[in-house]
C-alpha cells in the first residue's frame, strides 16, 4: 500500500535559518508526491506536487523538494525561514486508480524563532 | 465566488442534535471529498464522490452520511454524534490528472 512517513511531529528553526521536513514514501509504483501547508483555523494549501517529471521540484513562498528514489525521499527545503512560515506541513501520496486520493503523513508543525 | 467554500465554519451541537455540513466548489472539479482531521491523527480520508465512482471509508459511524447532489456540491449530514466526534471537518474537490487537491478552509465541529 502507498503511504508517507513524516517522523517527528515538530520542528524549530531560526528566522534566517534553512528549514527541512523530511518524508519518506513507500509505494509500488512511480509515486505522485505532494506537499501542502496549513495555517492556523485554514484548510489545506498546495505547495508543490512531483508527477514522475524534473526531480526538483520548485513551490510556492520559496520551497522545494527533492524526490530521490534511491532514498524513497521527497524532503521538503527553504534555504532561509520566514517567520510567516510557521505553519504546519503535511506529505502526502497519491493512491493510483480510480479517482484521486491522497493519503497523508501526520503533518510537522514547523516553529520559526526571531 | 472562486475556490472551495465551506459552511458553517464553527458548529457546537449536542449529542442528540441533527446538523449538516456544507460544501460548494467554484472550480469545475469533477471530484469531492471529505476528510476528517483531529489532533494528533494523520488527516482521515472519510468520503469520496467523482463521476467514476461513490467511496466509503469502511471505518467511519453511520451517524456521518454524505450527500452530492451535484459535482459542484457535496453535504455531510450529522445525528447523533459523539464527542470523540469533535475535529476539523474538511472538503476537497479535484480535477484529476495528478493535480491535487484544493482544500476549503473546514468546519470546526464541537460535540457537547
Known amino acids: 500500500a502507498q503511504s508517507v512517513t513524516q517522523l517527528g511531529s515538530h520542528v524549530s528553526v531560526s528566522e534566517g535559518a534553512l528549514v527541512l521536513l523530511r518524508c519518506n514514501y513507500s509505494?509500488?509504483?512511480?509515486?505522485?508526491l505532494f506537499w501542502y501547508v496549513q495555517y492556523p483555523n485554514q484548510g489545506l494549501q498546495l505547495l508543490l506536487k512531483?508527477?514522475?517529471?524534473?526531480?526538483l521540484v520548485k513551490g510556492i513562498n520559496g520551497f522545494e523538494a527533492e524526490f530521490k528514489k534511491s532514498e524513497t525521499s521527497f524532503h521538503l527545503t527553504k534555504p532561509s525561514a520566514h517567520m510567516s512560515d510557521a505553519a504546519e506541513y503535511f506529505c502526502a501520496v497519491m493512491i493510483q486508480g480510480g479517482s484521486e486520493k491522497l493519503v497523508f503523513g501526520k503533518g510537522m508543525k514547523l516553529t520559526v524563532n526571531p | 465566488e472562486t475556490g472551495v467554500t465551506q459552511t458553517p465554519r464553527h458548529l457546537v451541537m449536542g449529542m442528540t442534535n441533527k446538523k449538516s455540513l456544507k460544501c460548494e466548489q467554484h472550480?469545475?472539479?469533477?471530484?469531492m471529498y471529505w476528510y476528517k482531521q483531529s489532533a494528533k491523527k494523520p488527516l482521515e480520508l472519510m468520503f469520496v464522490y467523482s463521476l467514476e465512482e461513490r467511496v466509503e471509508n469502511n471505518s467511519v459511524p453511520s451517524r456521518f452520511s454524505p450527500e452530492c447532489p451535484n459535482s459542484s456540491h457535496l453535504f455531510l449530514h450529522l445525528h447523533t454524534l459523539q464527542p470523540e466526534d469533535s475535529a476539523l471537518y474538511l472538503c476537497?474537490?479535484?480535477?484529476?490528472?495528478?493535480?491535487?487537491?484544493?482544500f476549503g478552509s473546514g468546519t470546526r465541529l464541537t460535540v457537547v
Open positions: 512531483y508527477t514522475s517529471a524534473a526531480t
Open positions: 509505494s509500488s509504483v512511480p509515486p505522485y
Open positions: 476537497a474537490s479535484s480535477q484529476g490528472g495528478g493535480y491535487g487537491y484544493t
Open positions: 472550480l469545475g472539479h469533477n471530484a
